[in-house]
């Protein structure tokens, strides 16, 4: 059985940072590209991040030198530490390895 399970989320204020993993099991890690995609009320997701089974990594625009995407393949988890955070990434940010999902975790940036 997959899991995917993130944690990390919460309210930060502007310009702070936040780090979040995603635990995997049921999968071999080390050989799947993982990805990090976000949602808002009212809209679809969309990439964030992604890692290659190499470690080639590609990001969204919005968050290009803010956010680093990042696998510990010994530990089965991804990794996305979120710098210099704005409202407009108020979202939640799901992980992702091929058609599974994880179920989201809340990230809240306001003052």
């Known amino acids: 059985q997959v899991r995917l399970v993130e944690s990390g989320g919460g309210l930060v204020q502007p310009g702070g940072s936040l780090r979040l993993s995603c635990a995997a099991s049921?999968?071999?890690?080390?050989?799947?590209?993982m990805g990090w995609y976000r949602q808002v009320p009212g809209k679809g997701r969309e990439m964030v991040a992604a890692?290659?089974?190499?470690?080639?990594?590609n990001y969204a625009d919005s968050v290009k030198g803010r956010f680093t995407i990042s696998r510990d393949n010994a530990k089965n988890t991804l990794y996305l530490q979120m710098n210099t955070l704005k409202p407009e990434d108020t979202a939640v940010y799901y992980c992702?390895?091929?058609?599974?999902w994880g179920q989201g975790t809340q990230v809240t940036v306001s003052s």
């Open positions: 890692v290659t089974s190499r470690g080639n990594t």
């Open positions: 049921g999968i071999i890690f080390s050989g799947r590209a």
């Open positions: 992702r390895s091929d058609i599974y």
